[in-house]
């Protein structure tokens, strides 16, 4: 089993849509957690942290529920911009980073 | 921000030789560094851990004797494909985090395309 899972998508959205990913990890013990956009052959850049009391940055929030092992990213109001691959992040032994499979999201005009 | 490089930033070889992949902290000293590899369409997979004047540190399933990694700086690591074939065709990536950093935010270079003939 995989320590980070992501539903691939893709996420087929129009532009000014509410749309939202979820992550689940397996490994109660990871310490943290990260939400990365990586773009078509370009290197993973950081989108936001994510703690359990909720990180909102503009249009993106992010959660942790670590009762539920699953974290989450909520983006508004879409933007063509926006298309990327989302890969979420689990921290463990504090320094290795296990990465979902990415979730793809599409905006369309 | 901290920023990271590679190089070279792609590369074709012939089976059965080897390439050398660099990767750069350009504005601070890395400790640590890691390395990933992301087949098209799949995420990053990490590959090991690469430790400043120490061995690195393979994951499971990586051969160590395939895949060399020398950090003989604080600003370089180098991953050294060897005996390369067809499926070692990849996206390496390295990334690193400053001292002191462990567990924040960790900071990619833009990748190195590998393609084996």
């Known amino acids: 089993r995989k320590e980070v899972e992501q539903d691939p998508g893709p996420f087929n959205v129009p532009e000014g849509a509410t749309v939202a990913f979820n992550c689940t990890y397996s490994n109660s013990a990871s310490q943290s957690f990260f939400w990365y956009r990586q773009d078509c052959r370009k290197e993973p850049k950081l989108l936001m942290s994510?703690?359990?009391s909720g990180n909102e940055d503009g249009r993106f929030t992010a959660q942790l529920n670590r009762a539920s092992q699953y974290i989450s990213l909520l983006i508004r109001d879409s933007k063509l911009s926006d298309s990327a691959t989302y890969l979420c992040v689990g921290v463990y032994n504090f320094n290795k980073f296990y990465f979902g499979s990415g979730t793809k999201l599409n905006v369309k005009p | 921000g901290a920023v990271v490089s590679q190089h070279p930033s792609w590369v074709i070889c012939k089976s059965g030789t080897s390439v050398k992949i660099e990767c750069r902290s350009l504005d601070f000293q890395a400790t640590t560094m890691f390395w990933y590899r992301q087949f098209p369409k799949q995420s990053l997979m990490l590959m090991a851990t690469s430790n400043e004047g120490s061995k690195a540190t393979y994951e499971q399933g990586v051969e160590k004797d395939k895949f060399l990694i020398n950090h003989a700086s604080l600003t370089l690591s180098t991953l050294t494909v060897t005996s390369a074939h067809p499926e070692d065709s990849s996206f390496y990536i390295c990334?690193?985090?400053?001292?002191?950093?462990?567990?924040?935010?960790?900071?990619f270079g833009p990748g190195t395309r590998l393609t084996v003939t």
């Open positions: 994510v703690y359990s």
């Open positions: 990334s690193a985090y400053p001292p002191g950093g462990a567990g924040s935010e960790q900071y």
